[in-house]
């Protein structure tokens, strides 16, 4: 695309030294005020008529080249905006993806909780906790606890 772009604007500016007219199939080139054909001058030697229709050539594909560059521009606009309406796009899939991973991580450390809690109280009614493993139990139910907390603040 750049050298496609690069190429293009090559053109233009050789273009702008000195502008092919095709008139009555034959070539002219305008450059200043004066008319070429094939290096010579020959403004002078053409019949005013001649003269007119060269320069209607000249100004109607002139005209024709202004409407080929806001063409171009409009479609550089329009690819700069659907490019930008991509970006956007992407950005908030990422942005809901991170979302549901959040909540994913949330309801996680919310259901290990629970079990844990659970787990917890049975053995304790059973009574087949010492006093190391209560709390061993009451450290994972805290870290558990904490867990819930940082999925929360992520959400």
Do not use: H
């Not at 030294?17 to 020959?42: R, S």
């Not at 002139?62 to 991509?86: G, H, M, S, T």
């Not at 994913?104 to 109280?121: H, I, L, P, R, T």
Request: hydrophobic content about 35%; proline content about 1%; charged content about 45%.
């Amino acid at each position: 695309m750049k050298i496609f772009t690069t190429i293009l604007l090559f053109i233009f500016c050789i273009s702008l030294n000195a502008q092919e007219v095709n008139f009555k199939d034959t070539t002219y080139k305008i450059k200043g005020k004066t008319i070429l054909q094939d290096g010579v001058d020959v403004t002078t030697t053409l019949s005013v008529e001649d003269q007119a229709g060269v320069w209607e050539a000249f100004n109607k594909q002139k005209a024709l080249d202004k409407e080929r560059e806001a063409a171009e521009k409009a479609i550089k606009k329009a690819e700069k905006e659907q490019k930008a309406a991509e970006k956007k796009q992407k950005k908030a899939e990422k942005e809901l993806k991170a979302k549901e991973k959040a909540q994913s991580k949330f309801e996680d450390a919310n259901d290990d909780y629970k079990k844990a809690v659970a787990k917890y109280e049975k053995l304790s009614k059973k009574g087949k906790l010492s006093p190391n493993d209560e709390a061993k139990w009451l450290e994972k139910i805290q870290d558990l606890k904490e867990d819930i907390e940082k999925a929360k603040r992520k959400l």
